[in-house]
Structure formats: structure tokens, C-alpha cells
């Protein structure tokens, strides 16, 4: 199932006319002149007649002055690009390997025969480049946008292995994967996934020339994982704000994350008597050990205050984080924080607050996560989540309107009222729910 938007200036379309002409003597047929005008053909905003077109790649050490020395530009005009592109774009963010465009056109004069260069187009990415224009005595910086289709994308796939490894195998862009698991990072272990669970999802997928060049909005999906299925149905019921919400009208989102970080495997559960891998004694182990590459962010689970930042003895670098509901979480064994963790810092949920380290007590890289429940500690594989608010009253009419549609076009059927779209995702009022009148006589 796709639907094509094309994103593009507009184009101007010249229409040839017939000119009158004088009828013939039998009345029967009238002659017209017909003039025909080429139109201009563009190239990032350049009329490409007369120039010579060539594509070039920055090389590593090399500079924008090398580049443009080598066609001629002088340093004088050089100069003048970097002063005129210090607030558009400045060449000192021009980076090796990247692509750009030369645009030069042979002249004849007191010098011979030579080629000049008029245009330089470099490629910030798939979608934006900037031209860089060289004229007499002058020189222009132009940012654009080259034209970009939207494809709405419905896919799925059944896990064998791991979410990435699933889209990679039916060819779905790279990104979509990081989409999905923001999307779900409260509701599924995406490192728990078994063999056999699956998912669809509807997406904007973008394209310059046929190329695929990253996502836009995932307008909804499915999770099979485990036996249920978790649905993400978009909808903005704060102004500007979009979540995604189960189709009961619950939010995916919850109090807590299911992990701190993107981990390899649990290397140890919790245990009220563990066999200690270095002192080799039995002893409680009131956290799940995460192993991870040393270096590896770790992220709050939920939005809090730092109570303590620092040496933390066999724990080696710890932190300590008070959530609401007399909650706190621990992170031991770290390599190190995250820029401006201290005690009394608020921090986010999902905030980079460290990074997985061997520190204190331990045989290798990994994090030790702990959680406190009024003071005691509780398995973090097993701790209640209570979710964020559901859907209100108000929005309830409105967000079950999108959610049916979102399901149906999950399903592949056909959708009363069409696709969903922005103008049905971001309300600009709340829906006020119908109130019971009493029947007229």
C-alpha cells in the first residue's frame, strides 16, 4: 500500500498557442504559426544549459580553498564565500567524503581557451545541499532542498532473531527499527524478544530519485510479543505533544523504562543468595547485571533527582536517582557520568546519565541496576509499571475515530474516512463529550 507525495517547487509550465491566420478561398481550414519554446532545465536551481556537469567527492585533509584553487578560483574570491557564507552555511562544516556538484563552462579570450567554474553545489545530506556561486566580481550562497517523495509504507515481519535483524532482512529502512523501539521502549524488552513474535507498521518513507533517504511519521503499529498484541496509535492529546497510546486508550508510555540501557544479555538476575563471581560466597544480589561494551550509554528509567554520584565502594562508580512513589533506582559499576550528573541534579526520563564501565567489585563490563520500593529492594524485572494518563474524556470520541481507522489500515482494509493525517492527530480543541438531553415532545 502506497500514497505518493511529491514535495516539490513549483514548476512553470509554458503553453504554446496558434496564431491566427487568414482563411482559404474553399472556407474550409484556418493556418496558424506555431512557436514552440524550450524550457530551461534545472539542476538544484541552476539552468544547466552550457555547463558541463561533473560529481566529486571531498577527499580527507583537503580544504574548500584546495578545491576551489584547483578550478581556478581565485584566493580573493574564496575569501569573499567564506565571509558570505558565515551565516548561511560556513565551509568550515565541510566535511571529507562528502559529495558536491561542479558546474564550469568553456570561455574564449585574451587568455585562450579555458574552463571557468560558475557553480559548486555541496551535498549536506540526501535532501539539503547549498550551491556556491562565482561570478564576475561577486560570489552567492544558496541553500535548497532537493524534491523528495513521501511513500506511506504498511510492513511487517516476524522476528527470528531480533527487531533489527528483521527489517534488514525485508529491506525496511535502517532507522525504522530505533523508531519502533522509542515507540515501545516502556512496553516490550526488545532484548526479551522471542523467536516467532512480530509487528506491522505504516510509515512515511522518503525518496530522492528513487533512493530511499531515511522515515517521517510512523503513523501506527502492532507488536506481537509473547502472546498479546500492543498496539501504538498516535494521537497529541496535549497541544504539540505526540504520544502513542494502547487501543484501550492507555499510554505506552510508563512510569519506568524496561532498561536503563541496550544491553547484550542478563548476566545475573536477582537473587536473595547468589554465588558472588569474585569472592566466591554466597550472598544476596538485589539487581539485574546488564552486559554491555564498556562505554555504553545507561539512561535514567524515569524522571527523578540525583541523591548520590560517586564512589560507591564494590559498586565502584554509582548513582542514585529518587523517582516519585518512593522509588529510586541505582546504577553501579560505571565507567563514568554523564556531563553535569551531581547530587541535586533533576534528571529526565531517558536522560544519559553514565556509561557501563568494570568499576569497584567486578569481572567485566557491565551495569548493576537496582531498584528500592519505599526502602526495600525489588526485582527490577518484575516491578509494577503504572502508566502515564490515558486518553481523557474529552479526546476520547476523537482518538477512538483515529485508532479504528489506524487499525483498519494495520489490517490492510479498507478505511472509512481514508488514511489518518495530521489534521486528525493534532486537534486543535479537545472534543467535549455529547451530554444526554431529554427527549422533545
Given amino acids: 500500500m502506497k500514497l505518493f ?26 493556418s496558424a504559426n506555431e512557436t514552440s519554446v524550450k524550457e530551461p532545465e534545472y539542476l538544484y536551481g541552476i539552468n544547466i544549459e ?36 558565515a551565516d548561511i552555511f560556513s565551509l568550515r562544516k565541510i566535511r571529507a567524503d562528502k559529495p558536491y556538484t561542479t558546474f564550469t563552462r568553456t570561455v ?41 517523495d513521501i511513500v506511506r509504507q504498511r510492513r511487517e515481519a516476524v522476528i527470528s532473531s531480533s527487531l533489527w535483524g528483521a527489517i534488514m532482512e525485508q529491506d525496511m529502512p535502517y532507522a525504522l ?14 532484548f526479551g524478544i522471542q523467536e ?13 530519485n528513487d533512493t530511499s533517504v531515511g522515515i517521517g511519521r510512523v ?75 564498556s562505554g555504553t550509554p545507561v539512561h535514567s528509567v524515569a524522571d527523578g533527582t540525583v541523591i548520590f554520584a560517586g564512589w560507591g565502594g564494590g559498586g565502584g562508580n554509582t548513582i542514585k536517582i529518587k523517582h516519585a512513589g518512593n522509588l529510586q533506582t541505582g546504577y553501579l559499576h560505571l565507567k563514568s557520568f554523564a556531563s553535569g550528573i551531581k547530587v541535586g541534579t533533576k534528571v529526565s526520563q531517558g536522560q544519559l546519565i553514565g556509561y557501563v564501565g568494570s568499576t569497584g567489585t567486578s569481572t567485566g563490563p557491565h551495569l548493576d541496576y537496582r531498584i528500592w520500593k519505599n526502602g526495600t529492594p525489588i526485582d527490577p524485572l518484575k516491578v509494577p509499571q ?38 486528525d492527530i493534532f486537534p486543535t480543541q479537545p472534543t467535549q463529550p455529547t451530554e444526554p438531553t431529554e427527549p422533545t415532545e
Wanted: glycine letters at 10%; hydrophobic letters at 40%; a negative charge.
Fill in 177 to 190: 527499527a530505533a523508531e519502533v523501539e522509542d515507540i515501545y521502549q516502556w512496553t516490550v524488552d526488545f
Fill in 5 to 30: 507525495i511529491r514535495i516539490t517547487p513549483l514548476l512553470l509550465v509554458l503553453c504554446m498557442a496558434a496564431c491566427g491566420g487568414s482563411s482559404t478561398d474553399n472556407g474550409g481550414n484556418a
Fill in 219 to 293: 503513523w501506527g503499529a502492532v507488536f506481537n510479543h509473547g502472546g498479546k498484541q500492543y498496539y501504538a496509535i498516535p494521537y497529541a492529546q496535549e497541544e504539540g505533544k505526540l504520544r502513542y497510546w494502547e487501543a484501550s486508550g492507555e499510554s505506552l508510555r510508563k512510569q519506568l523504562l524496561k532498561a536503563p540501557l541496550k544491553y547484550t544479555r542478563i548476566s545475573s538476575k536477582f537473587s536473595n543468595s547468589r554465588l558472588h563471581p569474585v569472592h566466591k560466597v554466597y550472598r544476596p544480589h538485589h539487581g539485574v547485571d546488564y552486559a554491555a561494551p
Fill in 386 to 423: 503504572e502508566p502515564a494518563e490515558p486518553i481523557a474524556e474529552a479526546h476520547k470520541a476523537r482518538f477512538e475515530a483515529v485508532r479504528d481507522r489506524v487499525i483498519a489500515e494495520l489490517e490492510g482494509k479498507e478505511i472509512e474516512g481514508g488514511y489518518i493525517t495530521d489534521a
Fill in 196 to 208: 516467532g513474535d512480530s509487528f506491522a507498521v505504516i510509515y512515511d518513507e522518503k525518496f530522492v
Fill in 108 to 148: 574564449s579570450d585574451s587568455l585562450g581557451e579555458r574552463d571557468v567554474l560558475d557553480w559548486l553545489v555541496y551535498h549536506i545530506d540526501a535532501i539539503e545541499y547549498v550551491a556556491f556561486g562565482f561570478h564576475t566580481d561577486s560570489v552567492s550562497v544558496v541553500k535548497g532542498e532537493n524534491p523528495v
Fill in 50 to 85: 552550457g555547463y558541463t556537469i561533473a560529481n566529486d567527492t571531498v577527499r580527507s585533509g583537503e580544504t574548500v580553498g584546495g578545491i576551489l584553487g584547483r578550478r581556478g578560483v581565485s584566493a580573493v574570491m574564496v575569501d569573499r564565500l567564506d565571509k558570505a557564507a
